[in-house]
């Protein structure tokens, strides 16, 4: 799967473990950032994840900072962003049959590489389930609609 991959400087070192994890596994990721330890805007790193899996670059996005949850609220002001601010595989899971996120943000200060790994493999390896859901992302998307 194609995957887009950022952080902040909280999140790096985590991001760097998961972008590890994931090529090792066959997928194809973009980095795009940020490559250091220095303090950066989560925000921007935000943008260009949610930017690339509207665009259809990429196919789901990953982001992380110091909670996970700056970076939920960028990305989903992209229009088309989905991103969930997931802490465990189970709710993973749910966020991909019911809501059909395209993005997860993960908490590098609270989360391990284990968790993380397994928080990623259930992200994108759910189907959304339609049906039911699919009227509700439906009305999710109207209201991106809205405001463009
Ligand atoms: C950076 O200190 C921190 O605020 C950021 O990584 C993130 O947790 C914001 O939501």
Redesign the pocket.
């Known amino acids: 799967m194609r995957v887009s991959i950022g952080s ?1 400087h ?2 790096f070192a985590l991001k760097e473990q998961v972008k590890r994890y994931l090529t090792d596994a066959g997928h194809d990721v973009t980095d795009v950032g940020t490559h250091a330890e220095e303090s950066v805007d ?1 925000p921007d790193f935000a943008r260009a994840v949610g930017e690339a899996v509207v665009s259809g670059a990429a196919e789901r996005g990953v982001l992380v ?3 996970g ?3 939920a609220i960028a990305a989903n002001k992209v229009p088309g962003v989905r991103a969930v601010q997931v802490m465990d595989a189970e709710m993973a899971e749910m966020a991909r049959r019911h809501n059909d996120a395209n993005v997860v943000t993960l908490a590098g200060r609270y989360i391990g590489p284990a968790r993380a790994e397994s928080i990623v493999d259930v992200f994108l390896g759910t189907e959304f389930e339609g049906g039911r859901h699919a009227r509700r992302v439906d009305k999710i998307t109207a209201l991106d609609e809205r405001v463009q």
């Open positions: 902040d909280a999140g989560y900072c110091g909670s949850l700056g970076m």
